[in-house]
């Protein structure tokens, strides 16, 4: 690590995710994702029974 400070090498880390900066940044990214899309879950105020109907439809169900 110090060797990469002297060298002007920043690496991506985190300390609650063990691996290499690549793994960090592609974990971080994927958690981003997951958050992003449930915000606009919760901003979307789909009703659970429009969400069975679109099912039902999907599955051309009754």
């Known amino acids: 690590m110090e060797d990469a400070r002297r060298c002007n090498t920043f690496l991506k880390s985190d300390e609650r995710i063990l691996g290499d900066s690549d793994f960090v940044e592609a974990v971080l990214k994927v958690a981003n994702e997951q958050m992003e899309r449930r915000a606009a879950y919760k901003d979307s105020q789909i009703e659970l029974e ?12 009754d």
């Open 50 to 61: 429009q969400i069975a109907h679109r099912v039902a439809e999907i599955f051309k169900v």
